[in-house]
C-alpha cells in the first residue's frame, strides 16, 4: 500500500526518540549532543543558522561533538560558515556536504579543505537564493538555530537579531522537520512572539546569549581623505543627478563616508528630501547623525548591529519594531527589498575587470557573496516605475522605444583605486577566475556582473557605463577612473578624453569638486564617540571600539 | 629606501609668496611634502625618498600628471614617503602648492 506520510511518520519516530531527553520541549545545555543524536539521522540535510551576524554557536558544539556512528555523512545547507566548528564537522566525518551562502572569517580554510577534497561543495549562494532552495530542492531535515528567549511552549523570542530565523523554519517545520532552538534562557512569557511554538520542536538552554558580530560598525576615525572625495563624488554626480530616494548601502568606509556627509556636505548641496531618505539597511551606526538630521524616513534591515538596540528602540518611526519595541529584522524580506523596492546600491569591492566584474575574492579564500549580488544585480521582475530607474534605462537606451523602453536599477561600485596593502583595484582578470579554475568549479565566484554594472566611482572620477555603447569604451572608461595602477596607465588618452567630453568620465572638477576640499573636517561624526554623542548617548559601542 | 629626483619645466610660476610649506606626515601609507621655493620660475624638481622600492615608473607618472596639472615652477618638493598609496602623493602634492599660495 503506498503511504503518502512518510516524512510525517519519520518526524514522529524523530520527535519520540528526542522526546525521551526532553522536559516537555525543554532540554538542558549539557543533554544537547544527545538531543542531537537522536534526531539526526546519517545523510539528512541539516540547517545550523548562523549569517554574517548572529550564529547558534551552541548548537552547532554539541553538533561537532555527536557520536559519529550515529550521526555522519550530514549534508550541511546553512547561509554562514563563520565558525571553526562549521568546519571542524567536516574534518570529523559528521558533515560531507555544503551548499552555503557566506564564510567571512573561514574563507581560507574553506579553500584548503575544498581543493583536499574534505568537503564536497554543492554550490557557492547568495542568501536568497539559497533561502529559495530550502523552499524547493535544500529542504533541511533539521534546523538548529538561535533565539534569545522561549516559554514552555516552545514560543520563541529572537530580539533584535531576527535575521534568518523566520525563514528556516517555515521551511524546515513545515515540511516534516525537525526545529531546535538554543536560547539563553526560559522565561513565562517571552515579550514578543517572533517564532510561534508550534513550529519548534525543541528548546535548548544554553545560559548565554548567542554569539554576534559588529559587521556593521565603521570607525568614522578610519575614513581617509580620498575616501570623503569619492563620497563627495558619488553624492553630487549620483545621488543629485537621479534624485536617489529608495537605497541600499554596503559595509564600507565609503558608503560610511556618504552617511557622514550627508548632514554636512550633502545638506550645503540641498538635498534634503531628495534623496536618500528610504533604506534597506542594518542599523549602522554611521547613519545616526543623518536619522537625527532628520535625513532618513524609514529603514528595514537584514538583521541588527550590536549597539545599536536601544537606539532603534527609541526610533521606531525610522525603524520596523515589535511590540516589546525592539528591532524586528528580517533577512529574506529585506533582500526582497533590496532587490526590488531599491532604485540603487552602491558598495565597495575587492577586484574589478575591463568589462567591470566584480569579485572578493582572492585566489585562496572562497568568501562566499552573503546578499551583495541580489542588492547588485538589476531587477529583470521589477515593473513598477521611479524617477532614478527610469532615468538610468533612458540613459542605457536612448532609442525611443516608447512606453516600452525598461527601467535600470543603478548598481555602483565605489572604492579607491589602490586597496589594502596597494594591491590595485583594478586588474586585467579577475583572481576569481583563477580559483574556479584550481577547484574545477563551473562558475567563476562573481559579485557583481560587469553588465549589471552602471557606475564606477574612484577617486579619480565617475565612470557612467549607461553611456558607454559597446565593449570597447566601457574597457576605456574603466581605464579612465583606475588612476595610477596598470589598467589605468594604459589607457588610451584620445579615447578617455572623448569619453569625459561625452560625460562618460566625469572628473571632480566637472563637478565643481575640489580635491583639496575633501577633508575630515566635513564628517558629521569624527569617532564612535562623536556617533554616541549624536545618538543622545543611545547608542553603546561594543569595547572593541570604543577607545575612552 | 629608494632615492628619486625628477625635474621638470613648468609653463607658469607657482601662485602665491609663501617661500616654505610642510604638509602630510611620515607614517606607513603616508607621506611628508616640504615644499620650498627656490628654483627659477620654469623649473621644478621633486626629490623623492621612499620606503617602497621599484615604483619609479609610477612616481614618474604620478610626477608628471602634478607638473601638468598644477604648474609648480619655482618649487622644489622634498618627499618622504612611508610606501603612500599614488592617489594619496597626488593628494599631498596638490595640498603643498595650496599652502604655498598663503600670503604670509
Partial sequence: ?548 | MEDLNFRHRTRARAAGIRTQAIVGVVASGNLEVLAERVLPDTECSVEIRTQAVGFGEVWSAVIADFVERYSPGGLRLSINDGGARPDTVSLRLAQAVRSMEAST
Avoid at chain 1, 34 to 55: F, M, S, T
Avoid at chain 1, 85 to 112: M, V
Avoid at chain 1, 140 to 161: H, K
Avoid at chain 1, 269 to 280: E, N, P, Q, T, W
Wanted: glycine share 8%; hydrophobic share 40%; net charge neutral.
Fill in chain 1, 1 to 548: 500500500m503506498t503511504t503518502w506520510q512518510r516524512q510525517r511518520e519519520e518526524r514522529s519516530a524523530r520527535l519520540e526518540a528526542g522526546g525521551r531527553i526532553a522536559d516537555g520541549k525543554l532540554v538542558a545545555a549539557h543533554d544537547a549532543k544527545r538531543l542531537l543524536e537522536a534526531v539526526i539521522r546519517p545523510g539528512d540535510r541539516v540547517c545550523v543558522e548562523g549569517d554574517n551576524q548572529k550564529q547558534a554557536d551552541l548548537l552547532s558544539a554539541a553538533l561537532l561533538g555527536v557520536d559519529t556512528s550515529k550521526v555522519n555523512n550530514l549534508h550541511m545547507i546553512q547561509t554562514g560558515v563563520v565558525l571553526p566548528e562549521h568546519l571542524d564537522i567536516f574534518e570529523r566525518g559528521i558533515a560531507k556536504r555544503l551548499d552555503f551562502a557566506y564564510s567571512g572569517p573561514q574563507s581560507a580554510r574553506i579553500a584548503t579543505m575544498l581543493f583536499g577534497g574534505k568537503i564536497e561543495l554543492g554550490a557557492v549562494h547568495t542568501y536568497l537564493e539559497l533561502f529559495a532552495r530550502y523552499f524547493i530542492d535544500l529542504t533541511p531535515n533539521v534546523a538548529l538555530i538561535a533565539a534569545v528567549s522561549a516559554d514552555r511552549e516552545g514560543n520563541l523570542y529572537t530580539g533584535p537579531n531576527t535575521e534568518d530565523t523566520p525563514t528556516v523554519v517555515e521551511a524546515t517545520s513545515f515540511k516534516d522537520g525537525i526545529v531546535i532552538a538554543q536560547v539563553k534562557e526560559v522565561v513565562d512569557k517571552v515579550p514578543r512572539v517572533d517564532i510561534p511554538a508550534d513550529r519548534v520542536h525543541f528548546v535548548v538552554t544554553a545560559g548565554q546569549p548567542f554569539f554576534v558580530e559588529p559587521l556593521f560598525t565603521r570607525d568614522p576615525a578610519a575614513i581617509t581623505e580620498q575616501q570623503i572625495l569619492t563620497a563627495m563624488l558619488a553624492i553630487k554626480g549620483i545621488y543629485a543627478r537621479y534624485g536617489v530616494r529608495r537605497l541600499n548601502h554596503g559595509i564600507g568606509f565609503s558608503t560610511a563616508a556618504i552617511e557622514l556627509l550627508l548632514p554636512t556636505y550633502a545638506e550645503k548641496l540641498g538635498l534634503k528630501g531628495k534623496v536618500a531618505s528610504h533604506f534597506a539597511l542594518n542599523p549602522h551606526p554611521a547613519l545616526i547623525p543623518a536619522i537625527e538630521s532628520g535625513w532618513v524616513q524609514q529603514i528595514h534591515s537584514f538583521g541588527s548591529e550590536v549597539g545599536m538596540e536601544d537606539y532603534v528602540r527609541a526610533r521606531s518611526d525610522i525603524f520596523f519594531t515589535g511590540l516589546d519595541g525592539s528591532l524586528r529584522s528580517n533577512r529574506a524580506f529585506s533582500q526582497v527589498a533590496g532587490l526590488y523596492a531599491c532604485d540603487m546600491f552602491i558598495g565597495s569591492t575587492l577586484q574589478i575587470d575591463l568589462q567591470g566584474n566584480s569579485s572578493t575574492v582572492t585566489t585562496s579564500r572562497v568568501a562566499g557573496f552573503g546578499g551583495a549580488p541580489n542588492m547588485g544585480a538589476d531587477a529583470r521582475g521589477r515593473r513598477h516605475p521611479s524617477a532614478p530607474w527610469l532615468r538610468a534605462g533612458e540613459e542605457a537606451d536612448p532609442d525611443d522605444k516608447g512606453l516600452l523602453r525598461r527601467g535600470r536599477k543603478l548598481v555602483v561600485q565605489i572604492g579607491e583605486t589602490f586597496g589594502d596593502k596597494n594591491a590595485p583595484l583594478f586588474v586585467e582578470k579577475l583572481d576569481a577566475i583563477s580559483l574556479a579554475q584550481k577547484l574545477k568549479l563551473d562558475l567563476a565566484p562573481v559579485m557583481v556582473y560587469g553588465d549589471d554594472v552602471t557606475h564606477i566611482v574612484t577617486e579619480e572620477g565617475i565612470a557612467n557605463l549607461l553611456l558607454c555603447r559597446n565593449a570597447n569604451e566601457r574597457e576605456q572608461a574603466i581605464r579612465g577612473v583606475a588612476g595610477y595602477t596598470d589598467v589605468g596607465r594604459h589607457r588610451d588618452l584620445k579615447m578617455v578624453q572623448q569619453l569625459r567630453t561625452r560625460g562618460v568620465i566625469v572628473r571632480p572638477e566637472d563637478l565643481g569638486i575640489d580635491a583639496l576640499d575633501a577633508d575630515r573636517s566635513l564628517l558629521a561624526a569624527r569617532s564612535i564617540k562623536d556617533l554616541v554623542h549624536w545618538s543622545g548617548g543611545l547608542y553603546a559601542p561594543p569595547s572593541k571600539f570604543r577607545n575612552w
